[in-house]
């Protein structure tokens, strides 16, 4: 017995908000790139169910790759000639993070978290032309631009 498309299909489900771990894919459609083989995952660490020191310790061997802004450690990998690899590779760095958070022997409890690399991306990061903020004085709202009719408010004035 042929089973059609339509009995083989299932319906769409979107990913749930509980996936802890967020991964991303570089393609380039109909060309081989090299960057084409790099995957990046995403995860914040207070997500994972660890203890305050446990997560510390995550995030002291998560180094620059920890963003104490979002609380968010970003890896990424292109070792290996195909994504599945290193997905594969990923995961496998990930697990041994997490082995090495969770080992009670040394909690790293003296060592403080280090952010000025995140200091220094906010220096990068800072808009060419400063944010002015004007006094509320100078304000002209006779010169301020007319909102536009939406299609549907137009639609209603319309005579029946």
Same mark, same amino acid.
């Given at each position: ?39 990046? /995952?995403?995860? *914040?660490? %207070?997500e994972?169910?660890?203890? $305050?020191?446990? @997560?510390?310790? +995550? ?13 968010? /450690?970003?890896? *990424?990998? %292109?070792?290996?000639?195909?994504? $599945?690899?290193? @997905?594969?590779? +990923? ?22 978290l ?37 299609i ?9």
């Open positions: 017995m042929k089973l059609t498309r339509v009995e083989l299909a299932s319906p769409y489900r979107p990913p749930s908000d509980e996936s802890v771990l967020t991964f991303k894919y570089n393609t380039f459609l109909g060309e081989d790139h090299p960057a084409g083989k790099k995957v990046t /995952v995403q995860f *914040s660490p %207070s994972l169910g660890l203890t $305050a020191a446990q @997560k510390h310790k +995550l995030c002291l061997l998560a180094g620059a790759r920890y963003n104490s802004d979002t609380d968010v /450690v970003t890896i *990424s990998s %292109s070792k290996f000639p195909q994504q $599945a690899q290193n @997905k594969r590779f +990923l995961g496998d760095i990930l697990k041994s993070l997490l082995e090495a958070a969770r080992d009670e022997s040394d909690t790293f409890a003296d060592v403080p280090e952010t000025r690399h995140m200091v220094a991306k906010r220096r990068r990061n800072k808009p060419v032309r400063p944010r002015v903020e004007f006094p509320e004085a100078w304000n002209r709202p006779q010169d301020a631009p007319k909102p536009k009719d939406d549907v408010s137009v639609i209603h004035r319309l005579p029946l």
